[in-house]
């Protein structure tokens, strides 16, 4: 090719370049436009993957599909081509193959002699190297060749970089809409668990991932892994201290490249899960902390992420956290609804069984006595007597239940004094040795606290008497400045609370302490009684 021809074609390439925007567009311009300046048959680009260390791409010009699939897996930077990485000076030779540097072709590769390579670099940045080989006319390749296809690798920099760009924005583009139509979803959607589901799905969908989980904290400290793509993973427990508690704690993302080097990754987790990667962002509302999305291993032979990865899930976490916080706030109201619905409905019960079937009894009481102060035969005295008892029982059994239902002594004088009721009854009834001790202060506290520390003890209580078979009950309950504490503790048979009695109620009582943001721990062991603790926050 004439001087004019090649300074020509150089031009028309390096326009080219500048119009094509597909990145594998602008390398397959590139490599066609260096074989055709410089004159050679065979021209390739690799081009670097992230580390700067490997190809990331590599693309021949001047081989046939056959050829292609003959040689097999294209190369990974070793010999000559190793070196161009090391060292991004241009280099030619006159014999490929001759050059003691070089490892040799592999099988069914044709041979090549003449050789020129020219890094692709951008301000001081390397994005890959240009390989040309065997002049068609059979000579070496001239620093002329050599200066030309520095000036289109130059270009071809700018091109690459645009093309990388833009394919960026573009598919952050996609990610940005993929994150809104999930937002929009989730925001319709207000159960819980399918919520979380639903973003666990989506964002390994959006990430390429092998694992997305979303681990929710615990009032105790702790994470639960309460979603995954993968159902094994639903139920982990993650401690206090590991990795995940600390990003929450920190409210601050991280990106852990290799989990086994991480000093607070819990690697007997990591281990279950497989993790060798992971991204860790804390899900927050207002700057209080729900609990952490983890992300763990990309899809592919490098499973690790990068910062676009990182970012794209930093945006999508508020509009999760929302939606758990909504979700949360439903179903918190829905059961407080609930909640005084039972209340309301337990006093209408209270006052019924008081009002009308006390009345009721009463009068029965007042036929009987006249029936019994006639005359009449011996067995009918003896038969009223016994019915007459027999309605007295009753009719103290029914003010024990109206009590129980809701103690008038809860509405009318506050929580101390039922409590004290409550065990004064159950001492009447069982025996049991009841110890009620309170420091509360002289103000009562809510009415909703009030109902729910009644009913706490309350269930408390009739487990001790149903199944503990214990001598002794105390109950301590302390005003801690904004906090309520509580111990209740029995020396009864106790049980495993991994595996607790059937109906001993203790769903309840943690759903009644979860409805106000507390938190109830239970210590028991087979033969040594057990012990309730109690921890509600005050308004």
């Known amino acids: 090719m004439h001087e004019e021809s090649r300074h020509r074609a150089l031009v028309g390439a390096g326009i080219a370049l500048t119009s094509e925007l597909n990145l594998d567009g602008v390398l397959n311009t590139l490599v066609r436009a260096a074989a055709e300046i410089a004159g050679a048959r065979y021209a390739a680009i690799g081009i670097l993957d992230d580390s700067g260390e490997g190809l990331e791409r590599f693309i021949t010009h001047g081989l046939t599909d056959e050829e292609v699939r003959a040689i097999g897996e294209p190369p990974t930077g070793r010999g000559i081509l190793g070196l161009l990485i090391d060292d991004p000076r241009p280099l030619r030779l006159h014999d490929l193959g001759s050059d003691s540097r070089s490892v040799g072709f592999p099988q069914n590769h044709p041979p090549m002699r003449a050789f020129l390579g020219v890094p692709i670099q951008l301000r001081t940045v390397p994005y890959g190297r240009l390989y040309l080989t065997d002049k068609r006319d059979g000579a070496d390749f001239t620093e002329e060749d050599e200066e030309l296809v520095g000036l289109l690798a130059a270009q071809a920099a700018v091109a690459i970089e645009n093309a990388r760009l833009y394919e960026r924005s573009t598919a952050w583009s996609r990610q940005l809409q993929s994150l809104s139509e999930l937002a929009v979803v989730l925001a319709g959607e207000l159960d819980l668990p399918r919520q979380l589901q639903l973003i666990t799905v989506r964002l390994r969908a959006l990430l390429n991932a092998r694992l997305v989980a979303v681990a929710l904290a615990r009032p105790d400290g702790t994470l639960r892994i309460e979603a995954a793509t993968d159902e094994s993973a639903v139920g982990t427990v993650l401690a206090r201290g590991t990795k995940s508690a600390a990003v929450l704690e920190r409210r601050r993302s991280e990106r852990v490249d290799s989990v086994m080097t991480d000093p607070e990754i819990d690697q007997a987790i990591a281990g ?3 993790a060798r990667t992971e991204l860790l962002v804390p899900l927050l509302v ?47 109201d829905v059961l407080t609804r609930a909640v005084a619905a039972q209340e309301l409905e337990r006093r209408h019960l209270a006052r019924e069984l008081h009002d009308e079937t006390g009345q009721s009894l009463t009068s029965m009481l007042l036929g009987l006595a006249a029936v019994e102060s006639a005359e009449d035969r011996d067995a009918a005295v003896v038969a009223v007597a016994d019915l007459r008892r027999l309605v007295v029982h009753t ?22 004094p039922a409590l004290k009721r409550l065990g004064q009854s159950a001492r009447e009834r069982t025996g049991l040795n009841v110890q009620v001790e309170t420091r509360l202060g002289p103000d009562r506290l809510s009415a909703e606290v009030e109902t729910a520390v009644y009913r706490i003890v309350q269930e408390a209580v009739t487990n001790v008497v149903k199944h503990a078979q214990a001598r002794h009950l105390s109950i301590v309950l302390t005003r801690r400045g904004d906090v309520l504490a509580g111990v209740i503790e029995d020396d009864g048979l106790g049980f495993d609370p991994d595996r607790p009695v059937e109906g001993i109620g203790l769903i309840g009582m943690r759903e009644r302490v979860e409805l106000l943001d507390g938190r109830l721990t239970i210590d028991s062991t087979p033969g040594g009684g057990t012990t309730l603790v109690l921890e509600l926050p005050l308004p």
């Open 272 to 274: 279950d899960l497989g």
């Open 286 to 332: 207002g700057g209080r902390p729900l609990g952490v999305l983890l992300v763990i291993d990309r899809k592919g032979d490098d499973p690790r992420f990068d910062d676009d990865d990182l970012r794209l899930v930093e945006t999508f976490a508020p509009h999760a956290a929302v939606a758990v916080d909504l979700s949360r706030r439903v179903a918190r």
């Open 395 to 416: 009719l103290h059994e029914v003010r024990r239940l109206a009590l129980e239902l809701r103690p008038t002594a809860l509405d009318d004088f506050g929580l101390v």
